[in-house]
């Protein structure tokens, strides 16, 4: 043991025996030994044995086996395999150590105890750890007094859950407003102000317990399964939520005109009707990538039909032509499937013959009644149901059929007798909707691979951002009180991995019909991950149909996201290959001002977008925090407002506060009428001008939008930017980095667009040829560029 070694373990013993008088203890298990076995570490104690496996340095998972338990294997979580994590093993007579150079353990043997240092810092302790009551197994965890919590799936609570004990059962909430305890995705997650994450890897439901008791505990509750938990850390958020999503798996690049518009309502009810709407979009010209299709498009009525799964042909007569005819304007087809077949259905008799539905004890469909009648369940967990369902999808996509939207997946109604292939309902409730997911992702890989799916759904899991599931937030009320709740449930989502949570743009229950809420919702739309109006028709959701200023208000948003859709698109592919989030919370930029994490009414779009929503109706304006690593630019007049300090803005009718980063680059296109028509021969590179930044750095993705897994195969080009002040020089670099595969570039001709000058240059050049640019009047200069090899240097002088 050298010096250096011996001071650290020294430094450990003192924090544990100051942290025993801070902290409860469980002076009732019994430390019996302990041994390496190949990467884990095994420990024994009188009651059991825990094992703890490294996967990365910043990533460790700890399991406990009470006795006569058998070890299970099986995650629906985790997706990394463990790593070979270098550590060091040490033992005294007061504890044991595992060193590593990221998350170290310690083991108190007497009273028993596990910490967790990250880098020398404690950063949480079991308090009893596992425990048995007479309707739980418990794993919990003691709390510093000023530490805040997150997590626990899509909910509106405030952004610190700190002092909530949360249900996990996934459970949809129709009409909440500006608080919902419990919604469709419950996901056993916390994340700390401490930058840890703590994920429970079992799937029964149970109670993730954020300290409700006020005494410095955190608690895991289920009814049973695995004792089974990873902690994450890191030395940033954007590291742990990238370790968090390494662990659970990385979204994959969605289709592009994920990021267009939608046209969307509680339903269409015919053909005639989809192809009127779809028609006086292009008549207004106002862009649009997708319609879905709703309940109507099997059944006339809301009750009785649902599990038919196959179009009404007096209502739909071409539904093929319909497809076929939508996608040639550059349209996209999606249909609402739910995993309900009713006895009333067409498909009844055929789901019962072919042993597809969850059962009884005995082995009989379970059938009970619901909203929409009287049904049975598929059970996504049996292979062959999903063969079955997955041969009815695929019966639909050979139609043109584009994408899905899965329905009702939590599952709405589960009573808990239910038997299911993997477990009964109870143990498998919460991932229902994930292996729905995974039955369509796999099913594009094995018969569409150079497809990338499209799957809407109301429920999913740890880890389902990996199927490409994109979820939304379910059957929000058209009230300002929906629209207040929705920054913070995508943003906690976004630090759980599943990155892409939206809203029914302009609220879906209800037939409230606010002019205002319905603009300031789509206004906010351009900075959400996916951009769906959706409502019950009684107030129509598409632009289309609202009266001519709305419609103009609500025009002018869709065609800023599309205008936007290079830089959106960018955000999509480091989410896919970093795990960032689109969205991301103001403690991102200062993780010490504790202030900023209860803030979820401002936030980032990527690195380059401050947004602050308007959510309350009536008010001129508003004032924001502006993050102070930066000075921020109004998108729109360009006013400078320095970091670190808040200022109040006046509101505009026609744009929610927008505000750029200081030496941001941002790319931009033209507006197009739908992504099809997406090129990037006419993409723009926007600089945004601050003398205090020396240095700064951007990027843009490109591939074709459509095939699946350009990234793996190296189909694909990334342009990096730079920019650097060197004394009176100023030099922007543009780098290309094409993938292994790519062998034409498509980003050759752009226009290089610097906002905020406050000099008229003498002289510019671009790869050592003088240019001549355009400067405006809002001190906009425009340099034409060619981006030739794999480096573009341009020089102001």
Same mark, same amino acid.
């Given at each position: 043991?050298?010096?250096?070694?011996?001071?650290?373990?020294?430094?450990?013993?003192?924090?544990?025996?100051?942290?025993?008088?801070?902290?409860?203890?469980?002076?009732?298990?019994?430390?019996?030994?302990?041994?390496?076995?190949?990467?884990?570490?095994?420990?024994?104690?009188?009651?059991?044995?825990?094992?703890?496996?490294?996967?990365?340095?910043?990533?460790?998972?700890?399991?406990?086996?009470?006795?006569?338990?058998?070890?299970?294997?099986?995650?629906?979580?985790?997706?990394?395999?463990?790593?070979?994590?270098?550590?060091?093993?040490?033992?005294?007579?007061?504890?044991?150590?595992?060193?590593?150079?990221?998350?170290?353990?310690?083991?108190?043997?007497?009273?028993?105890?596990?910490?967790?240092?990250?880098?020398?810092?404690?950063?949480?302790?079991?308090?009893?750890?596992?425990?048995?009551?007479?309707?739980?197994?418990?794993?919990?965890?003691?709390? #510093?007094?000023?530490?805040?919590?997150?997590?626990?799936?899509?909910?509106?609570?405030?952004?610190?859950?700190?002092?909530?004990?949360?249900?996990?059962?996934?459970?949809?909430?129709?009409?909440?407003?500006?608080?919902?305890?419990?919604?469709?995705?419950?996901?056993?997650?916390?994340?700390?102000?401490?930058?840890?994450?703590?994920?429970?890897?079992?799937?029964?439901?149970?109670?993730?317990?954020?300290?409700?008791?006020?005494?410095?505990?955190?608690?895991?509750?289920?009814?049973?399964?695995?004792?089974?938990?990873?902690?994450?850390?890191?030395?940033?958020?954007?590291?742990?939520?990238?370790?968090?999503?390494?662990? #659970?798996?990385?979204?994959?690049?969605?289709?592009?005109?994920?990021?267009?518009?939608?046209?969307?309502?509680?339903?269409?009810?015919?053909?005639?009707?989809?192809?009127?709407?779809?028609?006086?979009?292009?008549?207004?010209?106002?862009?649009?990538?997708?319609?879905?299709?709703?309940?109507?498009?099997?059944?006339?009525?809301?009750?009785?039909?649902?599990?038919?799964?196959?179009?009404?042909?007096?209502?739909?007569?071409?539904?093929?032509?319909?497809?076929?005819?939508?996608?040639?304007?550059?349209?996209?087809?999606?249909?609402?499937?739910?995993?309900?077949?009713?006895?009333?259905?067409?498909?009844?008799?055929?789901?019962?013959?072919?042993?597809?539905?969850?059962?009884?004890?005995?082995?009989?469909?379970?059938?009970?009644?619901?909203?929409?009648?009287?049904?049975?369940?598929?059970?996504?967990?049996?292979?062959?149901?999903?063969?079955?369902?997955?041969?009815?999808?695929?019966?639909?996509?050979?139609?043109?059929?584009?994408?899905?939207?899965?329905?009702?997946?939590?599952?709405?109604?589960?009573?808990?007798?239910?038997?299911?292939?993997?477990?009964?309902?109870?143990?498998?409730?919460?991932?229902?909707?994930?292996?729905?997911?995974?039955?369509?992702?796999?099913?594009?890989?094995?018969?569409?691979?150079?497809?990338?799916?499209?799957?809407?759904?109301?429920?999913?899991?740890?880890?389902?951002?990996?199927?490409?599931?994109?979820?939304?937030?379910?059957?929000?009320?058209?009230?300002?009180?929906?629209?207040?709740?929705?920054?913070?449930?995508?943003?906690?989502?976004?630090?759980?991995?599943?990155?892409?949570?939206?809203?029914?743009?302009?609220?879906?229950?209800?037939?409230?019909?606010?002019?205002?809420?319905?603009?300031?919702?789509?206004?906010?739309?351009?900075?959400?991950?996916?951009?769906?109006?959706?409502?019950?028709?009684?107030?129509?959701?598409?632009?289309?149909?609202?009266?001519?200023?709305?419609?103009?208000?609500?025009?002018?948003?869709?065609?800023?996201?599309?205008?936007?859709?290079?830089?959106?698109?960018?955000?999509?592919?480091?989410?896919?290959?970093?795990?960032?989030?689109?969205?991301?919370?103001?403690?991102?930029?200062?993780?010490?001002?504790?202030?900023?994490?209860?803030?979820?009414?401002?936030?980032?779009?990527?690195?380059?977008?401050?947004?602050?929503?308007?959510?309350?109706?009536?008010?001129?304006?508003?004032?924001?925090?502006?993050?102070?690593?930066?000075?921020?630019?109004?998108?729109?007049?360009?006013?400078?407002?320095?970091?670190?300090?808040?200022?109040?803005?006046?509101?505009?009718?026609?744009?929610?506060?927008?505000?750029?980063?200081?030496?941001?680059?941002?790319?931009?296109?033209?507006?197009?009428?739908?992504?099809?028509?997406?090129?990037?021969?006419?993409?723009?590179?926007?600089?945004?001008?601050?003398?205090?930044?020396?240095?700064?750095?951007?990027?843009?993705?490109?591939?074709?939008?459509?095939?699946?897994?350009?990234?793996?195969?190296?189909?694909?080009?990334?342009?990096?930017?730079?920019?650097?002040?060197?004394?009176?020089?100023?030099?922007?670099?543009?780098?290309?980095?094409?993938?292994?595969?790519?062998?034409?570039?498509?980003?050759?001709?752009?226009?290089?667009?610097?906002?905020?000058?406050?000099?008229?240059?003498?002289?510019?050049?671009?790869?050592?040829?003088?240019?001549?640019?355009?400067?405006?009047?809002?001190?906009?200069?425009?340099?034409?560029?060619?981006?030739?090899?794999?480096?573009?240097?341009?020089?102001?002088?």
């Amino acid at each position: 043991m050298n010096f250096y070694t011996g001071l650290i373990k020294y430094s450990f013993c003192l924090a544990f025996l100051f942290s025993i008088t801070l902290y409860g203890q469980n002076p009732e298990r019994e430390f019996l030994e302990v041994r390496q076995v190949e990467n884990s570490v095994e420990v024994k104690t009188g009651d059991g044995k825990y094992i703890f496996t490294p996967y990365t340095p910043e990533i460790i998972e700890t399991s406990f086996l009470p006795s006569g338990e058998e070890i299970s294997t099986g995650s629906h979580a985790v997706v990394l395999q463990p790593q070979q994590v270098p550590f060091e093993l040490t033992e005294d007579s007061l504890s044991v150590l595992i060193d590593s150079e990221g998350i170290d353990v310690v083991i108190q043997k007497s009273p028993f105890q596990v910490s967790y240092f990250f880098k020398g810092e404690k950063i949480i302790s079991e308090k009893t750890g596992y425990s048995r009551t007479e309707d739980h197994e418990k794993l919990d965890f003691n709390l #510093t007094e000023p530490e805040m919590l997150f997590g626990g799936g899509a909910r509106a609570l405030g952004m610190n859950r700190r002092g909530h004990r949360l249900k996990l059962y996934n459970q949809a909430h129709y009409g909440y407003g500006s608080k919902s305890e419990l919604l469709n995705y419950t996901l056993p997650v916390v994340l700390s102000s401490k930058k840890y994450a703590l994920h429970f890897d079992n799937a029964p439901i149970g109670y993730l317990d954020l300290d409700s008791g006020r005494d410095n505990t955190l608690a895991y509750e289920t009814i049973n399964g695995r004792k089974v938990y990873q902690l994450v850390a890191g030395d940033s958020w954007e590291a742990v939520v990238g370790n968090y999503t390494l662990l #659970t798996g990385r979204q994959p690049l969605p289709p592009r005109w994920t990021l267009g518009n939608f046209s969307s309502r509680f339903g269409y009810h015919s053909q005639k009707e989809v192809e009127q709407t779809i028609e006086k979009f292009k008549n207004e010209k106002i862009p649009v990538d997708a319609v879905i299709l709703d309940l109507f498009w099997f059944g006339h009525d809301i009750k009785g039909t649902m599990g038919n799964l196959a179009f009404v042909r007096d209502s739909f007569p071409q539904p093929e032509k319909m497809i076929s005819e939508l996608a040639e304007k550059g349209v996209k087809t999606i249909l609402v499937t739910e995993p309900f077949v009713l006895t009333t259905s067409n498909r009844w008799e055929e789901a019962v013959s072919e042993n597809v539905l969850a059962t009884d004890t005995l082995g009989n469909p379970f059938t009970y009644d619901f909203y929409f009648g009287n049904t049975g369940l598929i059970d996504i967990f049996d292979p062959t149901a999903r063969k079955w369902f997955w041969d009815i999808y695929e019966g639909l996509a050979e139609m043109g059929v584009a994408g899905w939207w899965g329905d009702l997946g939590e599952p709405e109604v589960h009573p808990e007798e239910l038997q299911h292939h993997g477990g009964t309902a109870d143990e498998v409730h919460n991932i229902y909707g994930h292996y729905w997911a995974k039955m369509l992702y796999e099913g594009y890989q094995e018969n569409y691979p150079l497809k990338r799916p499209f799957i809407l759904m109301r429920a999913g899991a740890a880890g389902s951002q990996r199927y490409g599931l994109i979820p939304w937030s379910g059957d929000v009320s058209r009230s300002w009180g929906g629209l207040k709740a929705q920054p913070e449930i995508s943003l906690q989502m976004g630090l759980q991995g599943l990155a892409y949570m939206h809203s029914d743009l302009g609220g879906f229950a209800g037939d409230h019909y606010d002019d205002e809420l319905y603009v300031r919702w789509l206004q906010y739309g351009i900075f959400q991950p996916v951009f769906r109006p959706h409502a019950q028709e009684a107030v129509p959701s598409e632009p289309v149909f609202r009266a001519s200023e709305v419609m103009e208000l609500a025009k002018k948003a869709i065609e800023l996201r599309y205008k936007l859709l290079p830089y959106n698109y960018t955000l999509a592919f480091h989410n896919s290959v970093e795990g960032l989030p689109l969205m991301r919370p103001l403690f991102f930029e200062e993780p010490d001002n504790y202030r900023l994490y209860a803030v979820s009414n401002t936030y980032l779009w990527g690195d380059a977008f401050l947004v602050s929503p308007v959510v309350r109706p009536n008010i001129s304006e508003k004032e924001i925090y502006f993050p102070g690593k930066s000075n921020w630019f109004d998108f729109y007049s360009g006013e400078k407002y320095p970091g670190g300090e808040s200022a109040t803005v006046q509101l505009k009718k026609d744009h929610i506060p927008t505000f750029i980063r200081g030496g941001a680059f941002v790319p931009m296109s033209e507006i197009v009428q739908t992504t099809e028509d997406f090129s990037a021969e006419k993409i723009e590179i926007h600089y945004f001008f601050d003398e205090e930044v020396k240095e700064s750095s951007g990027s843009l993705f490109q591939d074709d939008g459509i095939t699946a897994n350009t990234i793996e195969k190296g189909n694909f080009e990334l342009l990096l930017f730079r920019s650097k002040r060197e004394g009176e020089k100023w030099l922007i670099e543009m780098e290309r980095q094409p993938g292994k595969a790519k062998k034409d570039p498509e980003i050759q001709e752009t226009e290089l667009i610097i906002h905020n000058l406050n000099f008229l240059p003498k002289k510019i050049e671009v790869n050592g040829s003088k240019v001549k640019p355009e400067f405006n009047e809002k001190k906009q200069l425009t340099v034409p560029v060619r981006v030739k090899g794999d480096k573009t240097t341009i020089i102001i002088n």
